[in-house]
């Protein structure tokens, strides 16, 4: 089957995006070579641009995936989608902090302020309108049948004498694109579990300067400090790995585990709203970083303690509407391992 112009124009512009993420991958290691940088800062610029080195790997591959109609660079873009809808909404978020934290900054004009967020902003809408973009249009039926024709025809030419089927009318739709005789792994489900596993380096990255600095951590609202804070880290880092591969293998019992796992993370969030311990936890992460010359210490504090309470709270939505969809498509999810146990 022929591919679509707009399956085509999500390729290119993926390509696009991957590229500014390679020329900000540049940028950033250049950076850190040249300027002279405290320690912290220094692994804070390095860790950024081995991200978004892996962030244009990730676009380029799955870019080259959709150009072949591959199906697994579908479920990638869709993953990819997700995560740029959250870190687009965070960063939202952050920007319109800031004319809070600059009110009483008597030198700052409040004209300047409002061209900085206003500027901030349009250049988060883009990549936001370009995610729910590809969210929809990868989402939708006649884009899953193209998707899942290539690999029927990719299967039906290694079989001798198989002739592949013509293309069907434009905006056909068979009942076998959607309801296949196997039972498959639900989308959403393969979704949430890719973006948990993906998420697994981003937490890794944090584990040296947690050992460096003697960060504590608040888990279930309670203050630990010492070896609780990198035990913590690395026992996330290993289920939010384990968890999500063992879903993808259908194994049974684990979507309760990814559920259990969800439902702490949720648990954990709320209560660091109401922990006593939320302000001694935001003055150990200023005394752990090295604030950049010419700007106010106690202005960083006061932003650090503005935004964080507002990314948690979008990953407490965030997780509710994964634990939806992990609760809802629980049974879908039990009868692809059933199957796939009785065909192995």
Known sequence: MKRSGDVTAAAIVLFFGSGLMVLMAVVMTAGTAVTPLP???RAGQSVLAIFYALMAAWGIATGVGILQLRPWARISIIVMSGVAVFFAVCGALGIMMVPLLLQQEPSVPVA?????????LIMLAVPLAIAIWWLILFTRKRVQFEFATRGATAISSAIPGATPAPDPAPGFVPAFAT??????IPISIRVIAIIILVSAPVALFSLPLAIRAHLPTIILGVW???WATPAYVGISVAIQ?????AVLRRRLRALDGLIAYLLFATLNAMLFFVSPSRNAFFDALMRA????????PGLVRQFISTV???VMGVSV?????ALYFLFTRRKAYRAACEAHRIAT
């Open 39 to 41: 320690p912290e800062q």
């Open 112 to 120: 300047a302020i409002k061209v900085v967020v206003l500027v901030g």
């Open 179 to 184: 309801a296949p005789s196997t039972p498959q």
């Open 224 to 226: 630990m400090t010492g």
């Open 241 to 245: 790995i384990a968890l999500p591969i």
């Open 289 to 296: 970083q090295s604030t950049a010359p010419g700007v106010d």
């Open 308 to 310: 964080m309470p507002f």
């Open 317 to 321: 939505l965030l997780f509710a509407i």
